[in-house]
């Protein structure tokens, strides 16, 4: 073992990639050596720590320093003032890139009162090491599951601890598992077809912590009786993909994935399947289909895949996020999950944080938290001076909340009781230059160019409902329309096939019921208030 | 140059999806003969086939430019300014959604949401995502590309 007097943890999310993380990176182990600290100091590369507004993010330990959007003229100056004369570099640590704080030891405020579960390995190991996820305790569970409980137990356990899906049905996990049919062959498929507008956790969770989840998967394998696993990742997400692939492989070389885990004589594989780009194939079914070669159309159910799934074998879908919290349910079991959050819906929630919001990123909080907490403090607030006017909770697909109700608790009853979802955990949140009608138009876009086609409701509501919008756009709507609107949205609602047809209308069923003054302006005053809609502003200034 | 490709996914069950992205790599969309060619060799019909190639945004059945720019148009990069890029896009390679520049080098499409949001404005070009566009960024991009 060597040792180091620091620890410089890169992160390299894809939004810190992207933003130049590798170069500072690169730049940054050519600097260390050149003052021949290549031996005393390391640095390492994790996945997302969260605040992606301020990307690229160092991290220097011991000291625990985060010094953020991080230029590649920048680490000369690290390495010189803080590495070699001790003196961290106060202009680049802090939250805010512009103003750059001059408070040295600060964690950035999006990082505080968080209580991380699935993302504790995020940002704290280098994804594409194995040893390091076991220095953390990782496949510990695994090895518990197998070794020390039976397969119902497993189950029992997280029936107990009360998981829900997480991503975006929230049906109980442990359920789901226990009514997986009986047969010879089953497979366990985690669904990372991470496609909700707005989120980007699972692909972050993959890129940050992928042991995580394949750990995950061998439980929920053992627990339901599946020695096949599949991984199905979006094409888009290249990094991901590569990083599972790297997983896979280490994990295989020890011996944690394969035949007889642990000599317990359960064997269990995953594959990796990419998808083609087809927001659809997040819907179990359709998603199965896809991995059938096939286009990913939803069918109808029952059977529903715990029956008749993967090649009409049994077969459970979990979504990534919720894979993750398995191994930490089996080792510290359910009494201790069911200790965070809200009675109803137990664990913490990783949300992703976008829009109009001074911290945009990825945060892991408790349950039940409200979105006031969450947009003032993990936040910090609407940038600008502008004031909050919406939050659209769940993605594209979620429900969109007026400022009343910022007190909301997130969690999965409360927010179905104004209409809204918990979904995927995506937070979009605007401000208000913006108009809701405009803002509609692009959500329902969206899904009309989504839908699938296969049930009538979906593939006839959708470019109805967007013919409407364009309307009221136009100055050509009458108030009728609105009652039209909400009734075509609410057959939607009941008559669709799958969740794609059963949740596009809540973004217009809320926003009707909450901003009926907006709609009201744009077709009887024939005016925008907002200022958006460049047809109505002629009209709008007489 | 299909036998090699349906080759190399033999082990794998029900590869069509996969056998697509790859002899796709080849010409940058997959032409009747490929197609025919799968499903002959996967046993299934050219219906099928081309019904998979046709339904996922990621297949093309026509030529595209050598470098296929998607423009996300999600909300969370709406409300950052996506049109704003869509616009500098637009006018700066003179052509409208869905089309092909005349020297085949681009062709300008939009997307749904990349999973980016914290960088957004958000594109992806080719295999490549790059966030918090500005005018300046695109311009370097699009020169990158044209080699200069």
């Known amino acids: 073992m060597e040792f180091y007097r620091n620890h410089i943890l890169v992160c390299t999310g894809e939004p810190c990639v992207l933003k130049g993380a590798l170069e500072v990176e690169s730049i940054l182990l050519t600097e260390l050596q050149k003052q021949g600290l290549e031996n005393e100091i390391r640095v390492i590369r994790t996945g997302c720590l969260g605040p992606c507004n301020v990307a690229p993010v160092l991290v220097v330990y011991p000291e625990g320093i985060y010094y953020s959007g991080v230029k590649p003229g920048d680490v000369q100056e690290i390495v010189a003032e803080h590495l070699v004369k001790g003196r961290p570099v106060t202009r680049l640590v802090g939250t805010d890139v512009e103003k750059r704080v001059d408070v040295v030891y600060q964690v950035p405020q999006i990082l505080t009162g968080q209580e991380r579960v699935v993302l504790r390995n995020c940002g704290i190991i280098n994804p594409d090491e194995i040893v390091e996820y076991i220095g953390r305790g ?12 039976k397969p119902e137990e497993v189950i029992e356990e997280v029936k107990s601890s009360g998981l829900r899906g997480r991503g975006g049905a929230a049906f109980p996990t442990g359920l789901k598992w226990s009514f997986t049919a009986s047969g010879e062959e089953k497979y366990l498929i985690c669904n990372a077809d991470e496609g909700e507008p707005g989120t980007f956790k699972d692909r972050l969770i993959l890129e940050g912590d992928p042991h995580a989840v394949l750990e995950g998967m061998a439980i929920a394998g053992y627990a339901v009786g599946a020695e096949h696993g599949f991984i199905y990742i979006r094409g888009e997400y290249t990094l991901s993909i590569e990083r599972v692939q790297r997983a896979i492989d280490q994990a295989r070389k020890l011996g944690l994935l394969g035949k007889n885990i642990f000599d317990s004589g359960f064997s269990f594989d995953v594959e990796i399947r990419v998808g083609a780009g087809a927001y659809i194939c997040g819907e179990e079914l ?23 799934g993967l090649w009409g074998k049994p077969t459970v879908v979990n979504n990534v996020e919720t894979l993750a919290n398995v191994p930490h349910i089996i080792e510290q079991g359910a009494e201790w999950y069911k200790s965070i959050g809200t009675p109803g819906s137990p664990g913490t929630k990783v949300f992703t944080l976008t829009g109009n919001i001074k911290n945009e990123g990825l945060i892991e909080v408790p349950m039940g938290i409200t979105l006031r907490e969450i947009i003032y403090q993990l936040g910090g607030g609407i940038p600008d001076g502008h004031s909050f006017k919406m939050a659209q909770t769940g993605g594209t697909a979620g429900g969109c909340l007026p400022p009343e109700m910022l007190d909301v608790p997130m969690d999965y009853d409360e927010l179905a009781k104004v209409g809204s979802a918990l979904g995927s955990g995506a937070l979009l949140i605007m401000d208000d230059r913006h108009c809701i009608v405009d803002l509609l138009k692009c959500f329902m876009r969206f899904f009309n160019h989504e839908s699938c086609g296969k049930c009538t409701p979906c593939r006839e ?7 409407l919008i364009e309307k009221i756009m136009d100055g050509t709507a009458v108030k009728a329309d609105l009652d039209l609107m909400a009734k075509l949205a609410e057959n939607m609602e009941i008559s669709s096939l799958c969740g794609l047809g059963q949740s596009s209308p809540k973004p217009v069923l809320t926003l009707l019921e909450y901003y009926q003054h907006e709609f009201l302006a744009h077709i009887e005053d024939k005016k925008c208030p907002a200022g958006v809609c460049k047809k109505l502003q002629v009209k709008g200034v007489v | 140059m299909v036998t090699k490709v349906v080759e190399k996914f033999r082990t794998m069950k029900t590869p069509l999806l996969s056998i697509l992205k790859e002899l796709q790599k080849d010409q940058g969309y997959l032409t009747e003969e490929v197609l025919k060619e799968v499903a002959k060799e996967l046993g299934l019909s050219p219906a099928r086939v081309y019904g998979v190639a046709t339904f996922y945004s990621l297949f093309s059945v026509t030529p595209k430019g050598k470098y296929i720019i998607r423009v996300c148009e999600s909300a969370p990069c709406y409300i950052n300014g996506t049109m704003n890029i869509l616009e500098m896009l637009q006018d700066e390679l003179k052509v409208d959604v869905g089309e092909t520049t005349l020297d085949g080098l681009f062709t300008l499409e939009l997307t749904s949401c990349l999973g980016v949001c914290g960088v957004a404005p958000a594109i992806m070009v080719n295999e490549e995502v790059y966030g918090n566009l500005d005018r300046e960024k695109l311009s370097h991009l699009l020169s990158r590309c044209r080699g200069m």
């Open chain 1, 286 to 308: 359709a998603l199965i289909e896809s991995i059938e070669g096939k286009r990913g159309e939803p069918r109808y159910k029952p059977p529903y895949p715990g029956q008749t």
């Open chain 1, 138 to 149: 990782g496949y510990e569970a695994l090895g518990k599951a197998l070794i020390h409980l």
């Open chain 1, 461 to 467: 509501g959708t470019p109805r409902l967007l013919e």
